[in-house]
């Protein structure tokens, strides 16, 4: 079993350690019944040998039961995936790029990349504004196809807390960018390092 790739892959690993916590649970039942027909056995608490016989019975309906469950999970395919089988996110390619405002490097902001269908990614700017996209915690990349983009900068508001005491926050860029975001990119084999150069918001007129 690859502990590796069941840590790599989040429902996989899912899928491994509920597997583990049942064949241990199963494991568990079986030795305890074993250990109560041997104390009612040995204290003379049993009253008969049809007693006995009965929660003897029971240990090795528990150890059927396990292992009645473990032929069904190995048919429906878990142990297959545990045991390193094609992973179950999509075709990933690398992404990376710079964010600027005004021709600045940006740093600190989240660049996300959302696709038409599947899971985002996501990216923090450095401090010469470039980023790199990640997909999960140890997958980096962007799924391939057409995506909208967002962009956010978020600072913290000197002086000013919320109910809870925590200090607030307020975004840095225009909304254009984020909220009502009208920037998209399309992720492929030829595209895969995208520049955004943002414009400050305009003063409105008084």
């Known amino acids: 079993m690859s502990v590796e790739f069941c840590l790599a892959n989040r429902n996989i690993g899912q899928y491994c350690q509920f597997f583990r916590l049942l064949v241990f649970r199963f494991w568990t039942v079986y030795q305890l019944a074993r250990v109560s027909a041997a104390s009612l056995s040995i204290g003379g608490r049993s009253g008969s040998e049809s007693f006995d016989l009965k929660v003897k019975e029971v240990s090795v309906q528990a150890w059927k039961t396990g292992a009645y469950f473990v032929l069904a999970v190995i048919a429906v395919g878990i142990l297959p995936g545990c045991s390193g089988a094609a992973s179950d996110h999509p075709p990933l390619l690398p992404v990376t790029g710079t964010v600027t405002l005004d021709h600045a490097p940006v740093a600190g902001a989240r660049v996300q990349f959302l696709p038409t269908e599947g899971r ?21 990349g962007a799924i391939a196809g057409q995506h909208q983009v967002s962009i956010s900068l978020y600072e913290t508001i000197p002086g000013k807390t919320d109910d809870e005491g925590q200090p607030m926050s307020e975004e840095k860029l225009p909304a254009e960018y984020n909220t009502n975001t009208k920037l998209t990119a399309t992720v492929d084999s030829e595209h895969l390092d995208f520049n ?11």
């Open 120 to 140: 985002s990614s996501a990216g923090i700017t450095d401090d010469q504004g470039k980023f790199t996209l990640i997909y999960d915690v140890n997958l980096t």
């Open 196 to 206: 955004f150069d943002l414009k400050s918001a305009k003063p409105s007129r008084p």
